[in-house]
């Protein structure tokens, strides 16, 4: 959740680690904080809030030193304030560490240090585990390298940490547990981080470090790893595909306005390559091996959280329909906590923008110990989940800054769109002329996005129309109900105004009752089989006064003249409406908490990737 940066080199280590936590402020914004390592001391700064106060603060200070540790964070063990801010220093403060993750025995580790004489300062269980590090360094007598060893063969939980020493000023120790890490090489110098939006800038070569794995870096040194139980490991050396003009914002006002923008593109990159309506061709290279395993499961299970649940259940949809394969959609962090029935015959797919999900991650570790097929689709190459999973598929729909996912969302039921058309064809449930007006159909998307984007001003109209509304619904049917849930969940996220998404029919089993003159209900109208239906669920909502806001067919004149508002999407097959009809309701909550004055990029509590329970 939170964001790591770490440089050792020749350069002044402050303004590439600033630079790398104002790139990584989407993974949490509660506090910021940096310690650097001088000719004769460490000095540690950390504030509350975002990146610019700490950088505010420290235009005051020493900040020299070509070896430093930096943080931003997003609050799970103490509130967001000064104090808790990490870096967090050892009891003799020669040592600092940076942590993301929980550690969950912390408070047993805690009490045990508090009766050996320790004193801390914070509410945080990273200081607990420099002050473990500490007492085993100095109690066995070790050096730091096997001090954290023994440490973290103590701990319980998960962690990506970085340990400075001021004792050894050439080296840093890093290591990582159900936590991203990532290790860019350069010209004698290294780079650390969550993810790789910082190192980019530096260097294309990384190793992205496995669980319990510890990392050695040293100035003037190659890269050593060992794992907990003391092992060499061979680093395994990477080369990014990441560039950085995308993590720029590039002329627009916010990063979430760019990346709804870039969605033509987006979604072609993820077809590029992988479809070819003119032959009749679908191929997704990642699943090749276990076509014939996904063709004859007795059931798919969609693993998620957040967003990318409400691409699985388009996608449980989507598998159903065209392929007949029943599929079960599970949020991810209650799928292990109710002892699931998992056989060997099941195809677990586990779907992640940053690939690093915590409670997704669990729940792919528990299917693989009962024997299932594990397939995952993420974003992040290298991530966590691409990295577990016996095979998979990447999105390739760039780097995601924006907190609130949008172009993930498109690019992930994309990707199970071709999965579904994929092992229909193999199956032979699809006549061949759906099958080929489908590939036609989903070739022509990132054209017809570009159409939608077109109404931006339509929609910035009605945005300010429904801008002060205290609640709002959701309704669509079939494969359009999960659009209703990502509709709602994005306006909940950046403009904090209480939604809901319900199936249509739904509404009159109890939503019905909330509906007055001043309730916005959002309502999916587009023509297919659900139509007339959805035409009757907004004749119950006028009938209550409520308002329409309707999403419709180019060409559709009955709900039209129904409703308050509406927004034209490109007529398409059915099966591919959630890949329009989605767009226009993310630009109406983008503009509407521009309006209330929201910070669209980074809204409170929320942060981008979630990589603790």
């Not at 340990?163 to 840093?172: A, E, G, Q």
Request: net charge negative; glycine share 8%; hydrophobic share 40%.
């Amino acid at each position: 959740m939170c964001g790591i940066v770490a440089y050792i080199g020749g350069q002044e280590a402050y303004p590439i680690i600033l630079k790398g936590l104002k790139r990584l402020e989407y993974r949490g914004y509660d506090s910021a904080g940096i310690a650097l390592i001088d000719e004769t001391s460490l000095n540690l700064y950390k504030r509350a809030g975002k990146v610019s106060v700490l950088e505010d603060f420290v235009k005051t200070c020493n900040s020299r030193g070509s070896i430093g540790i930096g943080h931003t964070r997003w609050a799970t063990h103490g509130e967001p304030n000064d104090v808790n801010a990490h870096p967090h220093f050892s009891g003799d403060q020669k040592m600092a560490i940076i942590h993301n993750g929980i550690i969950e025995n912390y408070d047993t580790i805690k009490e045990e240090l508090l009766s050996r004489g320790h004193t801390f300062h914070s509410d945080t269980d990273t200081e607990v585990l420099i002050h473990l590090i500490e007492d085993i360094q100095k109690s066995e007598k070790v050096d730091l390298v096997e001090a954290v060893r023994i440490a973290l063969n103590s701990v319980h939980g998960a962690y990506a940490i970085v340990v400075i020493s001021k004792d050894n000023p050439n080296r840093l120790i890093a290591a990582r547990k159900s936590s991203p890490l990532v290790v860019g090489i350069g010209k004698d110098e290294f780079f650390l981080a969550s993810d790789a939006t910082p190192i980019v800038e530096y260097t294309k070569e990384v190793v992205y470090l496995d669980d319990e794995e510890i990392a050695i870096v040293e100035r003037g040194e190659d890269l050593k790893i060992i794992d907990i139980s003391k092992k060499e490991i061979t680093p395994y050396v990477q080369e990014l595909e990441l560039h950085l003009e995308a993590l720029e914002k590039g002329g627009y006002e916010h990063f979430m306005l760019k990346e709804i923008h870039e969605q033509p593109r987006s979604i072609y990159d993820c077809f590029r390559g992988r479809l070819n309506a003119s032959e009749g061709m679908v191929n997704l290279g990642g699943i090749t091996d276990y076509e014939t395993k996904m063709k004859n499961a007795n059931r798919i299970i969609m693993v998620a959280c957040g967003t990318s649940w409400h691409a699985c259940l388009v996608g449980e949809y989507l598998f159903e329909d065209l392929a007949r394969i029943p599929v079960e959609v599970e949020y991810a962090s209650e799928f292990r906590y109710r002892n699931p029935i998992i056989n060997e015959g099941d195809i677990v797919i586990a779907i992640s923008q940053s690939g690093e999900t915590a409670d997704t991650l669990a729940a792919l570790e528990l299917a693989k110990k009962k024997g299932a097929t594990i397939l995952g689709i993420c974003n992040v190459v290298g991530s966590s989940i691409s990295r577990i999973t016996d095979a998979g598929s990447y999105t390739h729909a760039g780097p995601e800054i924006g907190v609130a996912s949008t172009k993930a969302f498109t690019a992930q039921v994309t990707v199970l769109t071709l999965m579904a058309l994929r092992i229909a064809k193999r199956k032979g449930t699809l006549p061949e002329s759906k099958y080929r007006s489908l590939l036609n159909e989903l070739e022509s998307i990132p054209e017809k996005v570009k159409k939608v984007l077109d109404q931006n001003e339509k929609i910035q109209f009605i945005s300010e129309v429904y801008k002060d509304a205290e609640n709002a619904l959701y309704l669509g049917r079939g494969i359009t109900f999960p659009v209703a849930l990502e509709g709602a969940l994005k306006l909940k996220e950046i403009s904090y105004i209480h939604a809901e998404g319900y199936p249509a029919a739904e509404m009159k089993h109890g939503p019905i009752a909330l509906i007055d003159e001043n309730m916005p209900v959002f309502v999916i109208a587009t023509k297919g089989t659900s139509y007339e239906k959805v035409v009757s669920n907004i004749q119950e909502v006028k009938a209550r006064k409520g308002k329409i806001i309707a999403i419709v067919t180019e060409g559709d004149t009955q709900v039209k003249e129904m409703a308050d508002h509406f927004i034209e999407i490109p007529d398409t097959n059915e099966n591919l409406v959630p890949l329009l009809a989605t767009i226009p309701l993310q630009l109406l909550s983008y503009h509407v908490a521009v309006m209330r004055g929201c910070n669209v990029d980074q809204p409170r509590n929320l942060a981008k990737s979630v990589t603790v329970e």
